[in-house]
């Protein structure tokens, strides 16, 4: 998950770009982390606001995409 962020992810999500929820932002993550991991796995694989399916990233897997997000939500915990 964490060199995937790295890759990927990191450009919004490490800086709040387009009111991305910033990696580590407890108070940001926790009412997403409410909804469940599935929830946050399908925001994050179909899109949800500005942000597009993958982060716009098509060439990752499903897979690497949930690892990314379980890598976030365990730094916001």
């Excluded at 469940?36 to 098509?58: C, F």
Aim: proline share 4%; charged share 20%.
């Amino acid at each position: 998950g964490k060199s995937v962020y790295d890759n990927a992810c990191f450009a919004c999500h490490a800086t709040g770009a387009a009111g991305a929820p910033k990696i580590g932002d407890k108070a940001l993550w926790g009412p997403r982390i409410a909804k469940g991991m599935e929830a946050l796995y399908a925001s994050s694989l179909n899109g949800i606001g500005v942000m597009p399916a993958k982060g716009g990233r098509m060439d990752l897997s499903d897979a690497d995409v949930k690892a990314a997000v379980a890598y976030m939500v365990e730094q916001a915990k």
